[in-house]
């Protein structure tokens, strides 16, 4: 296959840097079996095939999705797939039961309605399926409040025929703060798990599993007493906004989005060909603001974007670009960027090697 | 064709209803002649090939695009492209010269290092490509600051070979100002653009176009004296910031996303299965804030969103939706909410009528 080089890409473009993404594979593997936790990556991040494929093969115990069609897609490859969400609708149900007899399926749940339409899915299809039970942690998203509604919801589990009780899930979304001080937040994780542990065990349902995890809060996970599952996206990738709570470093960054300086019309301003459509607008972390910054030049920010345009505030450099240079942007948030193209363009060593579909995109 | 019903949809979907997308378009149809206005509205918006065929069949004078893929798919109905775009980068410039030579093919620019590189690959090409030189009205995102720049550059385009001077243009897409307060604005954007026309003209350059308009001014466009074209994009479905702007009624909201409630676990809220991959995060001008309203209960705000999740306010209302029930959120911007779907389901007297891609996504 001839492959494109950076220079003749058309622009905007996603890239990938495999060397970096190995090495962030690498390092969460080892920080997994260091701590005995299971790593399930959610690969919503980069609903890839090929990328799922390397988690696996670097250790990952299987995919976990957030649509029908991420787990469909990943479904090619692992034979294991926890879809995060709840399965709600004859859609999602028929889907789900559709998925290849070999794959072991769990789901996330918060309510009786989806518990209730799983079992009768489930049974109509002659097939089991396993149940985490949702909590929140504090997002205020979904999840069960309390624990005596998470025992209620495990008894049902339990009494239900087709489903399988695995245990509980949560997803602590809403933790922002640096690594460094993320101390206190996590006690008050594991106290709050505790206490649903504590409460389901009493009742005679001791969760098998205790599925959380994100990637801020990555490298502390194993300060969550009692959690067997970490479910990970982002940090295949990282993004701007993990590098500036120091889940990684900006080198760790794997993804980026290849732009063309298109305009300078404005004085003091420069305009490139990835905005919104391309990198998402979203709010991020960093105190510098705006909605990127440049994989080479991190103190050039991203600072506003359009769908086809981006602002650069070249402010702070002397560095200043002319009409047709070109430029790589990281994200804020890396999910919903890529979820923006349609194929990633691989690099290793620099150099081009492969071009992979982001097949799992819609839903 | 069969075609599925609403209810059959997999959540999320993007619902057009084309009664409403043809009452908008015989409205700003019935303006721009009333005007005597050019219509060339920017299908960014839709990237749908039928929905450009609409539109030409409603008086359109042609196709807007932000894209080379946009002016690549567009072509296919429109023998007039307006590229809305820096043509910058060797790329592009191919793919321009591509377009079917029956095609009328325009660009809008700012610099010399486009116009340079446009000249000379129209030259290579033998085909001549119209050149409107694009000015700031006070977006401060691309165009050209003072009249002299203006007529600079307009006098190298008359100069240059291979290229058609055509005019001017700008987008004052900054103008977030309700309708009918609008006066002012419009006021300072017709003396902007007097200063400009009285430059070019006195330079023997008088613009033979004057591009310009967007949706939320739309229905003023004519208090800008000298515009002979407006280009609105939004206008073609409407959505949540237009009718907060009063550029049209919330009933001529044509867009939408179908969702079906997923969890009600958390007390006081409902979560539905639109979040920023289906709905796009985009703050958005109405006062109550949020990422979008229901179609059927405007007064139910989705207060906020994360890539499958969106969150309902339901504290202004009675209503208390059962997991499983399905409903309609108009986005702030339908732009990038359209741009994040593959294709839209098409209704007709509610009923369904057509599927058709959105075609133009990506680069």
Known sequence: MD?????????????????????????????????????????????????????????????????LHEAEVMASVAD??????????????????????????TVALDSREALDGLGRAARDAGRTVGVLVELDMGM???????????VALARAVADTEGVRYEG?????????????????????????????????AAAGLKPPQVSGGSTPTLWRSHEVAGLTEIRPGVN????RNSAALGACAWTECAYSVLATVVSTAVPGQVVIDAGSKALAKEEGVDPAGGYGA??????????????EHGLLDV?????????????????????????????????????????????????
């Open 3 to 67: 492959l494109p080089s950076l220079d003749s890409l058309v622009t905007p473009a996603a890239i990938v840097d495999l060397d970096r993404v190995e090495a962030n594979l690498q390092r969460v593997a080892a920080y997994t079996r260091e701590h005995g936790l299971r790593w399930r990556p959610h690969t919503k991040t980069h609903k890839t095939v090929e990328l799922t494929a390397l988690q696996l093969r670097a250790g990952a115990a299987g995919a976990t999705v957030a649509t």
């Open 80 to 105: 294991d797939v926890l879809v995060a969400y709840p399965p709600v609708g004859p859609q999602r149900l028929a889907r789900l039961m559709a998925l290849p007899r070999h794959v072991r399926v």
């Open 140 to 150: 205020r998203r979904v999840g069960l409040q309390a624990p005596e509604e998470a």
């Open 168 to 200: 509980i899930t949560f997803y602590a979304g809403h933790v922002r703060t640096p690594v460094a001080e993320q101390g206190p937040v996590l006690r008050e994780q594991a106290s709050r798990v505790g206490t649903f542990v504590t409460a389901l």
């Open 236 to 239: 295949v990738f990282n993004d």
């Open 294 to 307: 440049l994989l080479d030049r991190p103190e050039v920010v991203v600072r506003g974007v359009s769908e």
């Open 315 to 363: 402010s702070g450099t002397a560095w200043r670009p002319r009409v047709g240079e070109r430029v790589r942007v990281v994200p804020n948030h890396v999910c919903t960027s890529v979820n923006l193209h349609e194929r990633l363009h691989v690099l290793r060593s620099g150099a081009p090697h492969a071009t992979w579909s982001v097949a799992a995109r819609g839903w």
